[in-house]
């Protein structure tokens, strides 16, 4: 048995269908391949789950996994990856959370949960030092997420406990419901309603074991060695003082930030709902998740005669735009309490906001009317019609269930033209960056795996004249310019597979070079650069044919109309759309994949990961190279 240092080396697996637990040891050879965190979770979904099912079906299933750093002393290693097939993407799906609640998954002795099956009454799971129990939610069953976790630590007696829970929207099966612990949110692509679907309403982890670490001193005198530099880059200091919304003004002047669903490149509201603003008025206190020098999280206090008393996460810079800026609204006030809203009934910023903003685009053209809505009249810049409907979608009441569908589907159901405003790629909202101010943002949309997606790469960040030599990334990539993004994203994508795959914080900025002295320090396995590098490329890769078996091809590789098309009106971005194809066309050929999108042969055995995927083809009777088989059955 291999003597492990960072991963504890155990799964645990839950069936929720006939309560059975069972404990695995990890296998070295995937490990060795993938890592852990997002590379593992893509790893063990793409061996055990047909991307073909529903994401409802109790077949599905919901990886919970840390990284061999999550929990150690290297800054930032809080994070958490959960990651199954989608019910909003219908193809890949991934979130990844902060905070407290993966270190503690890693001193209760586990680097991974599989959740299979379903219960048949509300469930909630306790994992403590090495063993798991499934305990009756039903008491807990449609309360929101910050009185679950109350309850749950209440019930067991130990304020200690961390808590990762759904809310009432993920139990409604919105499509795009997320999964809370702490004031953290794992938001993206709907999990929290895969976990609604199974009945598994928390997973509550309490943990005293200690991460073994290979070589903790090196570590600690590399660690003090490097901390100076990383606090020494601007945004850290942005980021410790404001939050992630301390970067609006600077992205509003490149024309980035999205108003009006995307129609607009300036509005005088912006300068009340950036981070400055917001912390001057309504901070309550700075917080940091588990090992963070940076400390991004702010915590918000204000009282309103509209809301009463509101404590809660400052919002950050995705729902002060996706809820303010995108939707023309500018109270700061009704921002903070549209974050409580959000996280309380647990669903997504980011998709919430977009699908507001495609319902009142709609809606002023005509193309939804107030018998869609129930009544509704539906207008820009209109706070109490926001908190009203997203009170709806928590609910999923009246129009708030089709809003609660996300943008894509919802489009579709109402028809009438009305999908040409849905901002989204692959069925996930598009983000609030607005890809013709950075273009490589653009491609990195178009082809990242879980659909619209900022943070698989933050290319604009390059874009901005960041340079990373370690990768090399030694030249400047002008924002505009299209000319070598094909190579800049796949790079800067695979680096963040690792970046997941380790349980690291991306805006804790540490040089990659850095990363890979931490791994071996940690590990005691050495892996240089290229091969870390590698094991990225690698879950590209997988998590790219996931999605083809699913029907997701390479016509999904694109972006919505209004950015291919439309250029800016005004701002700093004016004049501009996105040319998409020959970044598009460089990306393939810098990935090895064939003009269909589809990694080769060649390419798949140079990362030696070929007899892996074939094996699992035969077991799906699939051929994605020769389409003998519709890959859409
Ligand atoms: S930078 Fe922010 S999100 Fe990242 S670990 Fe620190 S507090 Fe958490």
Known sequence: MAEWYGYTGRIARVNLSDSRV?????????????????????LILF??????????????????????????????????????????????????????????????????????????????????????????????????????????????????????????????????????????????????????????KAIAVRGLLQIRIRWPDKLRSMISRLYPSIMSFPTSQILSSYGTNGEMESFYQYGDVPIRNFTLGEWDGIHKIEGQYMVENYLKRHRACFGCP????????????????????????????????????????????????????????????????????????????????????LRWGDPELIVNLLEMIGERRGFGYILGEGCRLASRIIGRGSEKYAMHVKGLEVPMHDPRAFKGMGLQYATSNRGACHLQGLVMRIEQGERMPDLKIYRRFYRFEIEGKGWLVATMQDWHHVIESLGLCKFVQIPPGHIAGFYLLVTGIEKRLPELQKCGERISNIQRIFNIIAGVTSGDDTLPDRFLSEPVVEGGAKGEIVELKPMLKEYYKVRGWDERGIPTREKLDDLSILGIIESRLDSLEIDIWGYKQSIRS
């Not at 069972?22 to 893509?42: F, H, P, Q, R, T």
């Not at 930032?76 to 993966?102: D, M, N, Q, V």
């Open 294 to 377: 940076v400390g991004c999280w702010k915590e918000a206090r204000v009282e309103d005669p509209r809301y009463g008393l509101i404590e809660g996460r400052m919002p950050e810079y995705e729902s002060a735009a996706s809820l303010g800026s995108l939707l023309l609204n500018s109270d700061p006030v009704s921002l903070i309490y549209m974050e409580k809203l959000c996280n309380e009934y647990g669903f997504d910023v980011i998709s919430s906001g977009v699908t507001i903003a495609w319902a009142i685009e709609c809606f002023t053209k005509g193309l939804i009317t107030v018998e869609d809505t129930g009544g509704l009249q």
């Open 22 to 42: 069972s404990i695995e040891d990890a296998k070295m050879e995937y490990i060795d391949l993938v890592l852990g965190g997002i590379g593992l979770a893509s």
């Open 47 to 200: 061996m055990e789950v047909d991307p073909r099912i529903d994401a409802f079906d109790p077949s599905n299933k919901l990886v919970f996994s840390v990284g061999p750093l999550t929990g150690t002393m290297v800054p930032g290693s809080s994070r958490t990856t959960i990651a199954s097939r989608s019910p909003l993407t219908l193809g890949w799906g991934e979130s990844h959370l902060g905070g407290f609640w993966g270190t503690e998954l890693k001193k209760a002795g586990f680097d991974a949960i599989i959740i299979e099956g379903k219960a048949d009454t509300p469930t909630y799971l306790y994992v403590e030092d090495g063993r798991i129990e499934l305990r009756d939610a039903s008491r807990i069953w449609g309360l929101k997420t910050s009185n679950v976790e109350k309850s749950i630590i209440s019930e067991l007696g130990d304020p200690e406990i961390k808590v990762a829970c759904i809310g009432p929207a993920g139990e409604r099966l919105v499509r795009y419901a997320s999964i809370i612990s702490g004031e953290r949110v794992a938001g993206r692509t709907g999990l929290g309603a895969v976990m609604g679907s199974k009945k598994l």
